[in-house]
């Protein structure tokens, strides 16, 4: 069954305003007619929209591939899929005729292969600091309220589950950034920490998580929203968001 569901993946050409932003800074590869990267992406997944934005920034041009995590019991169960990302998570991107996953990894290998703009600051103490943010995001909030984990939990305690990894992050994070903030997470330039928190802070508003004692997120989100690499890597505008959530 998810097998069959796998072979109805479409390729869905990107987002027109994607493709707009993308012109201005197409790297040398698309100009050399390479094959088009392809994103294994889901609309409402954070660790996907973390690399959305990375491929918006740095102007790449790609395909997306749909991965329904819903449906079908769930697409990335697919032998399909599963051969793509054995962890059977999204986002995958086939690049460079390598396929990665890992979100951060995926951000570090276009670092470091399409250089600008910078996500990684030079300085290597706000480099830390970004790597860190990012790790306490991804690594320390994220995955306690991923699917597969809530599935484990009993469906009456899994908002709360989901608020308290959220809390207990964000109390962290919200002193983190007292001492690293400038305009954006680290500074005043947009880097890889903060492809991590505004799909978090999107994952906080999801769990109705109170954001008031957080200042500091709040603001930092507020500022990055309005940007066109995240405005049009949101969630709401993504070829597969269902017609009742867009925007
Ligand atoms: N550490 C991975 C985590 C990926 C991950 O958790 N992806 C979620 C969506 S945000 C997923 O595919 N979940 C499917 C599931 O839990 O079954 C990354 O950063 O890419």
Redesign the pocket.
């Known amino acids: 069954m998810c097998g069959g569901s796998a072979r109805r993946w479409k390729r869905v050409a990107k987002d027109s305003s994607v493709t707009k932003a993308s012109r201005a800074h197409r790297p040398a590869a698309s100009k050399r007619r390479e094959p088009r990267p392809i994103l294994y992406s ?1 609309f ?8 959305r934005i990375a491929l918006a920034l740095k102007g790449i041009d790609y395909e997306t591939v749909p ?1 329904n ?1 819903i449906k079908d019991g ?1 697409q ?2 697919s032998k399909d899929f599963q051969a793509l990302n054995p ?5 995958a991107l086939k690049i460079d005729g390598i396929t990665i ?6 951000i570090e290998y276009l670092e470091e292969t399409r250089p600008t703009p910078r996500l990684l600051p030079q300085d290597p103490k706000k480099r830390a600091s970004v790597r860190m943010i990012s790790d306490l995001i ?2 320390g909030i ?2 306690l309220q ?6 484990q939990v009993e469906e009456k305690f899994q908002l709360t589950w989901a608020q308290n990894a959220i809390i207990s992050g964000f109390n962290a994070l919200e002193q983190i950034l007292q001492s690293t903030a400038g305009t954006y997470c680290v500074g005043d330039e947009v880097t890889m920490a903060d492809l991590c928190l505004v ?1 978090q802070v999107a994952n906080a508003e999801r769990f109705k998580v109170d954001c008031t004692p957080y200042p500091t997120i709040s603001s930092i989100n507020k500022r990055l929203l309005v940007l066109e690499a995240f405005q049009v890597t949101h969630p709401c505008r993504q070829p597969d968001t269902p017609t009742e959530l867009r925007a």
């Open positions: 889901y409402r997944s954070s660790c996907s929209w973390r690399v991965i995590l769930g990335q169960f962890m059977k998570q999204v986002p996953h890992q979100s951060l990894a995926i991804a690594g994220q995955p991923n699917l597969s984990v809530l599935k799909p």
